[in-house]
């Protein structure tokens, strides 16, 4: 399996997210049960009802090989995600700083670098601001990135100034 990242600007991208995230449904299998006018209106729908923390960018990691036949077989989620297998939200909260937050990788492809390459395209994207996360466990993940552990034991900061 290869993959690649790529930066979200779509809305169906956005609603992709969701999907992989479990958040929702498609929007198809939405418009199906719900008589909305266009793709627009069902994803303003969709957003609303989700109450969506809208997030001002997000990175995806895409499987490149969906025609394998192993990938294929593996699992039809990765047909509904149209190949997402890992995303990463990122928000600016501050002149100097970044949050990353909800990395999330599929079960079935982790340890194969893919929230290694998400994290990459976040600290690109940052730079030169600071990127801060909260998490509890994973801290070898991302000191790995150069991020430091906080003394709350739950804050880890990348300085790249
Ligand atoms: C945490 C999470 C995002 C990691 O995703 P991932 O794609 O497996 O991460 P990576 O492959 O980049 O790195 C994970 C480990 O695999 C190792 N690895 C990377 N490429 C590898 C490869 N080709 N072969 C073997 N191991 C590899 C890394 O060294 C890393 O080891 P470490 O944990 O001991 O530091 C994923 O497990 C996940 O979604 N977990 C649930 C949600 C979560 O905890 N999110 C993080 C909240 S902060």
């Known amino acids: 399996m290869t993959f690649r990242t790529e930066r979200v600007t779509t809305i169906e991208r956005v609603l992709d997210v969701h999907i992989f995230r479990r958040w929702s449904i498609s929007v198809d299998q939405y418009m199906s049960k719900n008589p909305i006018a266009s793709r627009k209106e069902a994803w303003e729908t969709l957003t609303e009802r989700l109450r969506v923390d809208d997030p001002s960018v997000?990175?995806?990691?895409?499987?490149?090989?969906?025609?394998?036949?192993?990938?294929?077989?593996?699992?039809?989620?990765?047909?509904?995600?149209?190949?997402?297998?890992?995303?990463?939200?990122?928000?600016?909260?501050?002149?100097?700083?970044?949050?990353?937050?909800n990395l999330m990788v599929d079960d079935r492809v982790r340890r194969r670098g893919i929230a290694s390459a998400l994290i990459r395209d976040v600290i690109e994207y940052a730079s030169p601001k600071t990127v801060v996360l909260t998490t509890e466990d994973q801290h070898s993940l991302y000191a790995f990135h150069g991020f430091q552990l906080q003394e709350d034991g739950m804050t880890m900061v990348l300085e790249q100034q």
């Open 58 to 101: 997000q990175f995806v990691a895409v499987i490149d090989d969906a025609d394998d036949e192993d990938v294929r077989n593996d699992d039809t989620r990765f047909a509904e995600t149209h190949g997402i297998v890992g995303a990463v939200d990122v928000t600016s909260t501050s002149d100097t700083n970044v949050y990353l937050k």
